[in-house]
């Protein structure tokens, strides 16, 4: 399968490479990396329409104070990956955990450790949702508790909640290199129980989770909430990101229609998590 490959340069970058990384997600981009002035966006060349992507977002008419600039391309899958190991960086959420791939030094790191190969998957801690996310897991007593993560991606925040002691975890991705990955990537961690599930929400069969994880974008989480309702037991907690912190309130007006109470919110340069409780 190949892949497109948009390499774009904005300027101001902070918020709009954020903001164009939100849109461009909403259109089949599923992986990005940033850099000082600006970033790429990548996703699979057969399901994307590069001229609807356009006019549909600031690329093809962005406001007069801002510039932006890009060259697309079509990447082969081979290529793809070597792409993805020239740019990834090993990330450090604190001291709580050191997201790290198969050529990374561990020497003098202490704190947790997930490793994955980085592929062509959403979610290797680089972007602020997954970090917070990340971070997140940690506020919680997970051992012995049932967790199910949507839209898993490259499995990081599956991987973490298996190994702060999670008996049972279960995530789903829509596309099928994102699942592959991700089971590639439990293995990884010398762990085999995480079942990743090739599906939108509905592949998941009703059942009472202690934590809900679902880092995706502001209206697949709305459309997605009184799901969330009927998975997430009594007393459980949902951890909401993949919006900006603009939406907080939007967001959790959805949530409390459905049931569930804003317990805190995280924020990281620009963007949020919303961690609630179920009533």
Request: net charge negative; aromatic share 8%; hydrophobic share 40%.
């Amino acid at each position: 399968m190949d892949y497109l490959e948009l390499d774009i340069k904005v300027s101001p970058v902070a918020p709009w490479s954020e903001i164009l990384i939100s849109q461009l997600a909403e259109f089949g981009f599923d992986s990005f990396t940033e850099s000082t002035d600006g970033l790429k966006a990548y996703g699979s060349a057969a399901e994307i329409s590069l001229d609807n992507t356009i006019a549909s977002t600031y690329l093809g008419n962005c406001p007069d104070n801002v510039s932006i600039e890009f060259v697309a391309n079509t990447v082969p899958e081979q290529n793809w990956n070597a792409t993805w190991e020239a740019d990834f960086e090993p990330v450090f959420v604190e001291d709580l955990v050191a997201i790290l791939a198969p050529f990374h030094n561990r020497e003098g790191i202490e704190s947790l450790v997930v490793e994955i190969q980085p592929k062509m998957s959403f979610g290797t801690g680089h972007h602020q949702t997954t970090f917070l996310m990340s971070k997140s897991l940690f506020d919680l007593d997970l051992k012995n508790k049932r967790v199910l993560d949507v839209g898993s991606g490259t499995g990081v925040l599956a991987i973490i909640a298996h190994k702060l002691g999670a008996k049972e975890v279960v995530g789903t991705d829509i596309e099928d290199g994102a699942v592959e990955n991700a089971i590639e990537n439990q293995q990884r961690n010398g762990i085999s129980d995480i079942q990743f599930l090739l599906g939108d929400i509905d592949v998941v069969e009703e059942s009472e989770y202690d934590l809900v994880l679902a880092n995706i974008n502001k209206n697949v989480l709305k459309s997605h909430m009184s799901t969330y309702a009927k998975l997430c037991k009594k007393n459980g907690s949902l951890f909401l990101s993949g919006f900006f912190s603009s939406d907080l309130e939007e967001l959790t007006a959805v949530c409390a229609a459905n049931g569930f109470e804003k317990e805190e919110a995280l924020e990281k340069e620009g963007w949020a998590v919303l961690k609630l409780k179920k009533q």
